[in-house]
Every structure is written in structure tokens, then in C-alpha cells.
């Protein structure tokens, strides 16, 4: 049974239904924006994380719900203004796919190492102090919040089911990523106009690589690594001429996220 205290800050959309020595942890956001609470603060020993976050109302910790965290680009950092996260669907988007999700937005002071522990830092938190099914804890990353995501990756793959990783480039270890077999989705356009697309290609081909070192078939690999590169039509018929800033589309992308939220 969840105290009336931690009840109250669950129905919040930021505090986790945990103990009492979890109060200090946590400071929680006023402001709502496209349905998330913007600027809670998770604060670890690795420093002050800003986040958004999105509870459904349906949650009281009497049942594990899957979790969900999307890494925002460049825009959505944290020195931009709170809640400039939001500008992305990723999270919005996600809403629809699953009534027993909860949604986080970490917005990230950069896209280096530190973000990437903090990252990991506020899943185990959330994972520990709300009822979070195991298998269903997923991760994407857009642009700069995809390099974050591949040193997640790199660290701690083992926390969650599944990366989806967005018109970016690999920065982690890709051996920790192989060992744990952590599937991931590498989208992005042929002439993504900030990082090209070669990053994504040779991260694909050295990810099977490793794979098949381990034994494993190309249809076993195929269901680890996927690398779906668009072609210029992609993006302009969905209104956009930079393939950069078009991979936002992939966030109502059926094919792509349904990959990402089939995965359990």
C-alpha cells in the first residue's frame, strides 16, 4: 500500500512510489507541458539532473508498467530553457503506444560521459522505486541524445530491452553492448546533414561482426541489430528537406517504434 504522501507526489508525474528516505532525492516540477511535468530534478551524487516526466493516470504501483526514456538532441539540453526538451514527439508520441507506461525526458547538460551515468543513475532510481516491469524498459536517443545513449549502451546495456538510436553516431563500447545483446534500431537519413550516415553503417557492421564472433546466425543477428537507412523521399513526403532535423519523423514512425515497444 503507497502512503498518501508518496500517492500524492506519484499523481505529480515526478516522485516514485518508494520509501520515505527517497523524499530528498527528488524535487518536483510545477510546470505541464503536452501532458509531462517539466523540470522535476533528480539529484544524485553525479549532479543535478533535470527531467520531464509523464505518469499515467491510471498508475498506483499495484502493477508493473513499462518505462520508457527518451534522450533529447541538442535543442533539448537543459541550458536551453526547461521544457525545451518537449519540443521533440519522441515522448509525446510514445503516450499512444502503451496506457502502462511511464514516460521520462532527462534533459541532459551534454551528451558525454557524465550524462550517460546520470542517465543510468535515474533508471536505476526509477526502476527501484516505482513497480517497473523489468522487460519492458526502453531507451531512445535523437542526434546528440543518441551518443548519450550509445555510452549507456557501452555501460549498462543490461538495464534495458531495447535502444533505439536516431540520427546520431556510436560513441560507446560496442563489445559490453554485444555481450548483453541488448537489441538496437540504428535509423537514420542517407545524407543526414550532421553526421552522414557511414557512423550508422560501420556501427552495424562491426555490432554483427562481434555477433557473429559469438556463434550466433545471421538470423539471430538480424534480430539484434537493425540499420534502416532513409532516402531523401522519406523526409519530403513528410514535410521535411533537412534529413537531419527529419528524423523527428521516426517518432511516429509505426514501423520503427513498434519495433522498439514489441520488444519484452
Known sequence: MISAFVLALVLTGCAAASAETDR???TCGTQTQRGFVNDNIYHSKLGDLHYSSYIPDSYDGSEPYALFITLPGWEGLYFHGVGANMVEDFGPEAIGWNEKMIVISPQLNDWRETSARQTIALTEYLTESYNIDPDRVYLEGYSGGGETGS????MRPELYTAFLMVSSQWDGDMETLADART??????????????SDSMKNTAEQLREL???QGLSDEEI?????????????????????????????AKDEKIMGWLFDKH
Not at 555510452?151 to 557501452?154: A, N, S, T, Y
Not at 542517407?190 to 552522414?196: C, L, P
Request: proline share 2%; net charge negative.
Open 211 to 213: 555477433y557473429e564472433q
Open 222 to 250: 538480424d534480430k539484434l541489430v537493425i540499420l534502416d537507412v532513409k532516402d531523401q523521399e522519406y523526409f519530403t513526403q513528410r514535410g521535411y528537406t533537412d534529413q537531419h532535423g527529419g528524423g523527428m519523423a521516426f
Open 183 to 196: 537489441p538496437v534500431y540504428l535509423a537514420t537519413g542517407e545524407q543526414d546533414s550532421y553526421y552522414g
Open 24 to 26: 530528498a532525492s527528488i
Open 151 to 154: 555510452l549507456v549502451m557501452g
